[in-house]
């Protein structure tokens, strides 16, 4: 079973809710950072007299593939054979930033100690039934969670399967 997360862009409002939650969350306020582990990136599209607007959030996308995983050579980043989640063990990290170069979102994130941190999925609340806290928070519900053959079912219009088989391409 693997979990996933899917972003409605048409519903997202770029209130950025999503990356308080996670700060929250993870007690990311206390490490007076800007890069945090969620971001909401602002996409213009469109012509200046039709200028179109949205938002996506995007976090670690927990890939099939897994290039972070494969470029760390310490074995610090590891795959939750039941979800599928992306795990980070610090104590094995040395901080060569390999993760990062083989990302292709570039979403590892570093401490001030140089150890690479990431979106976990909330998996601490996954194993109490609960949902991450980014998609508890969402007030347009644009964030899902969920195994990725069921929120591929519910996924409708052509341009939200084309994001998802892509994401799924990745994994």
């Known amino acids: 079973m ?7 862009v048409t519903r997202c409002s770029g209130c950025q809710a999503c990356i308080v939650a996670c700060m929250d969350q993870n007690d990311l306020f206390n490490k007076k ?10 996409i213009e599209n469109g012509s200046f007299t039709e200028a179109k607007i949205s ?4 976090a670690c996308m927990h890939c099939q593939d897994t290039p972070c995983l494969l470029g760390c050579p310490t074995g610090a980043i590891f795959k939750d054979i039941d979800t599928g989640i992306i ?10 930033h390999s993760c990062s170069l083989a990302c292709p979102f570039g979403i590892p ?4 100690d140089g150890k690479m941190e990431k979106c976990q999925m909330c998996k601490e609340r996954i194993d109490y039934g609960l949902e991450p806290a980014c998609v508890r928070t969402c007030p347009t519900k644009a964030l899902k969670y969920g195994e990725i ?11 939200a399967a084309k994001i998802l088989s892509a994401i799924s391409n990745l994994r």
Request: charge should be positive; glycine fraction near 6%; proline fraction near 0%.
């Open 109 to 112: 994130r570093f401490t001030d």
């Open 87 to 96: 795990g980070v063990r610090q104590d094995f990290c040395i901080g060569c």
């Open 149 to 159: 053959n069921e929120l591929s079912q519910q996924v409708s219009g052509k341009a």
């Open 33 to 42: 950072r800007n890069d945090f582990w969620r971001q909401v990136y602002k």
């Open 55 to 58: 938002y996506i959030s995007l």
């Open 2 to 8: 693997t979990m996933s997360f899917l972003i409605d």
